[in-house]
């Protein structure tokens, strides 16, 4: 069994551990806190994403403007 092929089995077993610990009471909280975590994480991975790919566009706008200035 691999680490990150988890499967059913393996987050019943999370769940009840994190019950146990933490009590039914900060279940929500940890759900909710890790929840806004996730998408933060996501909104930040999409903002590199579209700074990445606008860069590239631009450096390959200046690349073709070269390109242009030079055959003239």
């Given at each position: 069994?691999?680490p ?5 089995s ?14 039914p ?5 940890i ?9 933060e ?8 994403m ?5 860069s590239?566009e ?6 073709k403007k ?6 003239v």
């Open positions: 069994m691999f990150g092929n988890i499967g059913v393996g987050l019943v077993i999370i769940l009840i551990i994190t019950l146990i610990i933490f009590g009471k900060k279940l929500p909280e759900g909710s806190a890790f929840g806004k975590t996730l998408s994480f996501k909104k930040s991975a999409n903002d590199i579209s700074d990445n790919s606008s590239t631009k450096a390959e706008g200046e690349e070269n390109k242009k200035d030079e055959t």
